[in-house]
Structure formats: structure tokens, C-alpha cells
T-cell receptor, first 116, second 113 residues
């Protein structure tokens, strides 16, 4: 598609439950990124993929967070055993290629996760 | 360690006047800078970008200036319109092993009719 699509829009989980978020990048884009916006204006990088391969996972809390981008499927971000502090808006972004001058990342509308 | 800083949390401008949003960075390895606009409950929308080999990029009402020696960039919006009211984020990326964006904390722009 022409836009990054994210589902669901909202997700409510009890503490300790699993949460799974989905992202369909713009068609033809090679890179997918996940960001977490916890406080109102603070974006934290989680992980990036080049096609189905992890490119950079330095931002991922490894114990409970995992992510995948499989061929012909939406990318996913999964949180096992959610905690209250996981409450945030999770944004997915995609970009076409990576060049020396940099590439623009295009963002989806986000999934708002609330952990109670 | 905040590598990208937007020191003005908010800015109020009259319709038709110029809006100037500022951004400072500390990492000299950054080589690509972007501005995003964000409305509540929506994702960031790309506005304009600039490579570190340039000092100015213009797109319609939006111009971004980059001063590498000062590690400073600014976004100029002329003329400002009420529909420009939103939170503006600057972001930076480097050419190293990662392609992640580092975001500033945003500036809330209010354009008064």
C-alpha cells in the first residue's frame, strides 16, 4: 500500500498478558522500524529490519520483547508478560533503501497499548 | 544523554508570520536530518529533510537550514497557517551501522488566526 498500516489501533492488556502488534510497511520499502513513544514527546527506537532480517536491535528489551518480519506477512512486535511501564504508543515506520545521504522514514498511525 | 534537543517546548505565532523552530544536536556523526509534524493521536508526518552536505533545503512554505559548525538546524514556515498548528519533531540519523532516527522532544506550534 501507499501508507504504513498498523493494527490494532488500541490494545488493552492486563499486566502479565501477551500483546501482539502488527505493521504492514509501504509496498517496495526494504526497511521497517519500531519506535516506542512512552512520555508524550519521547520516541525510543526499538528495532529495525532489512526485509526479513534484523538490522539493528540495540533498543529492544530482550527479555520480553520480540519482533519478526516474515515474507508475505505483516511485521509483528510481541510483548510477553506485559508490564505497566509498557503502556505507550508503538509506531512502525518504513523506508525504501539506505543511501549515503539517508532515507526518509514514513510512519504509521501507531498502536496505543494500555497495560492495566 | 539527549543527542537531539529542541529547547523550546512551545511557540505561538500569528497567522501569516514566520515560524522558526530550532533544533540542536551533539553527535557529529549525524549526516541526515528530518522534520516531522505530528497531530494528536496520529503518526508523525514527514515534512522536509536535509543532508549534511547541504546547508539549506526548501519545499514550498518550508525551509530547513543546517549549520554544521554550530550543530544546529532550524525549520522556517512562511507564511504560517492555522493548519500548521501541531507538534514538530526534528530527527537525525547517522551513516554508521544503524539507521535509526534519534528524535528531539518536540515543539508545540500554535498559529493564531
Amino acid at each position: 500500500g501507499e501508507e504504513v498500516a498498523q493494527t490494532p489501533k488500541h490494545l488493552v492488556r492486563g499486566e502479565g498478558q501477551k500483546a501482539k502488534l502488527y505493521c504492514a510497511p509501504i509496498k517496495g520499502h526494504s526497511y521497517v522500524f519500531w519506535y516506542q513513544q512512552v512520555l508524550k514527546n519521547e520516541f525510543k527506537f526499538l528495532i529495525s529490519f532489512q526485509n526479513e532480517n534484523v538490522f539493528d536491535e540495540t533498543g529492544m528489551p530482550k527479555e520480553r520483547f520480540s519482533a519478526k518480519c516474515l515474507p508475505n506477512s505483516p511485521c509483528s512486535l510481541e510483548i510477553q508478560a506485559t508490564k505497566l511501564e509498557d503502556s505507550a504508543v508503538y509506531f512502525c515506520a518504513s523506508s525504501p533503501t539506505r543511501t549515503a545521504g539517508g532515507e526518509t522514514q514514513y510512519f504509521g498511525p501507531g498502536t496505543r497499548l494500555l497495560v492495566l | 544523554d539527549q543527542q537531539v534537543k529542541q529547547n523550546s517546548p512551545s511557540l505561538s505565532v500569528q497567522e501569516g508570520r514566520i515560524s522558526i523552530l530550532n533544533c540542536d544536536y551533539t553527535n557529529s556523526m549525524f549526516d541526515y536530518f528530518l522534520w516531522y509534524k505530528k497531530y494528536p493521536a496520529e503518526g508523525p508526518t514527514f515534512l522536509i529533510s536535509i543532508s549534511s552536505i547541504k546547508d539549506k533545503n526548501e519545499d514550498g512554505r518550508f525551509t530547513v537550514f543546517l549549520n554544521k559548525s554550530a550543530k544546529h538546524l532550524s525549520l522556517h514556515i512562511v507564511p504560517s497557517q492555522p493548519g500548521d498548528s501541531a507538534v514538530y519533531f526534528c530527527a537525525a540519523s547517522g551513516s554508521g551501522a544503524t539507521n535509526k532516527l534519534i528524535f528531539g522532544t518536540g515543539t508545540l506550534l500554535a498559529v493564531q488566526p
